[in-house]
């Protein structure tokens, strides 16, 4: 990468949506798909940053208080800050990242897509040498994600994410705006689905990407693989 700085930072995107279509739940981004992959960058000596849609404080789902590792992030001074007072796309200089990571939650489905200012930063992280990441719903991240020739991110690269049958076990197909895997597959990407709930990390190159939350350290630590081996070359 042309900047060596960037090699030791991540950042990890975050809904702001926090309404489940009109069902009247709740929802936001998913706790453990950035714990998880928190846990793995703050190991490797990457500092980790935040951004939401909206910035401020986002909306947060699936928290588990007898998770070790939800329960370190949300209590280590440093990112509760963060989370606190997320910063807006338009207020981040992406040169400063070797990784993005577009974590999940079934807020994204509604205010990922369409956002220039998060796909810019994910084009700028991936035209500069770095590793774009994306673990369960977080590939709605990547659906309007082009490069600077006009190209999709994902056209002709093999890509993991919610399938459809894990939308229907959930019972959400009709509540999501669209579908994520159909929707990543009409951009060109090669859906690359496993059994339901189970752990899939596919990696494409600098486009590392994850079916489900029980993928989420794999993708982190599959991110981290990559950024040492663009290091390298």
Known sequence: MSNAA?????????????????????????????????????????????VSVKGGE????????????????????EMSAKLKNTPKPSEVDPSRYGIVLYAGGHGVMWDFPGNAELAAIGRQVYEQGGVVAAVCHGPAGLVDLTLSD?????????????????ESAVGLTEVVPFLLADKLTERGAVHVPA???????????????????????????????????????
């Open 6 to 50: 960037s090699r030791d930072r991540a950042l990890i995107v975050l809904t702001s949506h926090g309404e489940l279509g009109d069902t009247g739940r709740s929802t936001g981004f998913y706790l453990p798909e950035v714990a998880h992959p928190w846990k793995v960058f703050a190991e490797a000596g990457l500092t980790v940053d935040l």
């Open 58 to 77: 986002p909306p947060m789902d699936g928290h588990d208080p007898s998770d070790p590792v939800q329960q370190r992030f949300l209590e280590d001074p």
């Open 150 to 166: 006009g190209s999709h991110l994902v056209a002709g690269k093999r890509v993991a994410a919610f399938t459809n049958d894990e």
């Open 195 to 233: 059994p339901n709930f189970e752990a899939n990390v596919v990696v494409d190159g600098r486009l590392v990407t994850g079916q489900n939350p029980a993928s989420a350290t794999g993708v982190a630590e599959a991110a981290v693989a990559a950024l040492r081996e663009q290091a390298k070359a």
